[in-house]
Every structure is written in structure tokens, then in C-alpha cells.
């Protein structure tokens, strides 16, 4: 791999709609080649999530939820699976991968209560997927 060259990561969860999405785009700050999908994507990415994330100054408004389908046959350096479900149905990828990895984290998207109380679970887990991300990123990035 060329020095220049970014490091494919492939972020995976159930929906794509909350989870993946905030990883995708703390990754994405970092400096990974990065994409996320789903393994039975919702429609739209979480409203909350966006919200949280911009409070961050990362825009996620653009992203949509994609089917883990799509990238079966692409080379990624490192795949990563952020909860239980999307680590336990993974499909067999054909391209090739360097790393497989999993954290699960909690699913904001089944919280409950008005709208302050909800957006307080996004930001625990979205602080815990950015210690996450972070993290990984010391020790795969720096990975000669």
C-alpha cells in the first residue's frame, strides 16, 4: 500500500441508520477510506444521529443506509462490526480483508422517552463509537 494511499474500512451494523453512520464519519475525520452499510439497512439515517454528529462539527445529513451487499467483493483493510446482530449475521465476503474486528454498542436508535432524553443516549454512544474510532485508528492506521 502506497503511503498516500487511505486505508479501506468497512463499517458494519444492523440498520445503517445510526451506529455505522457516526463511526463512518468520525473514521472519516481521522483519515480512513471509509464506508458503512448494513446487513438489513433502514431507509433514511437517523435524525438524532445527524443531530449529534453535527454537534460535533461532522455532517452526516447526506448519508443514506446501504446493503452490506454491495460491497461483498471489494478488498477492505479492516472490517468492523459495531453490534451484536450485524457480527452474528456477516455475510461471506469475497474480496479480500486484512482485519476483522467487533465492538457492540448500544442501540440509540430502541431509545425512549421526549426528544432530550433520546438525544442523551445518541450522544453516550456516539462519545463511545469516537473513543472507539479513535482508538482503532492509533493502532490500524499507524500499521505499516
Given at each position: 500500500?502506497?503511503?498516500?494511499?487511505?486505508?479501506?474500512?468497512?463499517?458494519?451494523?444492523?440498520?445503517?441508520?445510526?451506529?455505522?453512520?457516526?463511526?463512518?464519519?468520525?473514521?472519516?475525520?481521522?483519515?480512513?477510506?471509509?464506508?458503512?452499510?448494513?446487513?438489513?439497512?433502514?431507509?433514511?439515517?437517523?435524525?438524532?444521529?445527524?443531530?449529534?454528529?453535527?454537534?460535533?462539527?461532522?455532517?452526516?445529513?447526506?448519508?443514506?443506509?446501504?446493503?452490506?451487499?454491495?460491497?461483498?467483493?471489494?478488498?477492505?483493510?479492516?472490517?468492523?462490526?459495531?453490534?451484536?446482530n450485524?457480527?452474528?449475521?456477516?455475510?461471506?465476503?469475497?474480496?479480500?480483508?486484512?482485519?476483522?474486528?467487533?465492538?457492540?454498542?448500544?442501540?440509540?436508535?430502541?431509545?425512549?422517552?421526549?426528544?432530550?432524553?433520546?438525544?442523551?443516549?445518541?450522544?453516550?454512544?456516539r462519545n463511545?463509537?469516537?473513543?472507539?474510532?479513535?482508538?482503532?485508528?492509533?493502532?490500524?492506521?499507524?500499521?505499516?
Amino acid at each position: 500500500m502506497e503511503s498516500n494511499e487511505k486505508k479501506k474500512i468497512l463499517i458494519l451494523c444492523t440498520g445503517n441508520s445510526c451506529r455505522s453512520q457516526m463511526a463512518e464519519g468520525f473514521a472519516r475525520k481521522v483519515g480512513w477510506q471509509v464506508f458503512s452499510a448494513g446487513t438489513n439497512p433502514e431507509i433514511k439515517v437517523s435524525p438524532f444521529a445527524v443531530y449529534v454528529m453535527q454537534e460535533m462539527k461532522i455532517d452526516i445529513s447526506h448519508h443514506t443506509p446501504k446493503s452490506v451487499d454491495q460491497y461483498l467483493s471489494d478488498d477492505f483493510y479492516l472490517v468492523a462490526t459495531v453490534c451484536d446482530n450485524a457480527r452474528d449475521t456477516c455475510p461471506i465476503f469475497t474480496g479480500s480483508c486484512a482485519h476483522q474486528i467487533h465492538h457492540g454498542f448500544e442501540d440509540p436508535a430502541y431509545a425512549t422517552g421526549n426528544d432530550k432524553q433520546i438525544t442523551e443516549v445518541y450522544r453516550k454512544v456516539r462519545n463511545e463509537i469516537q473513543v472507539w474510532v479513535n482508538a482503532i485508528s492509533k493502532y490500524y492506521l499507524n500499521d505499516k
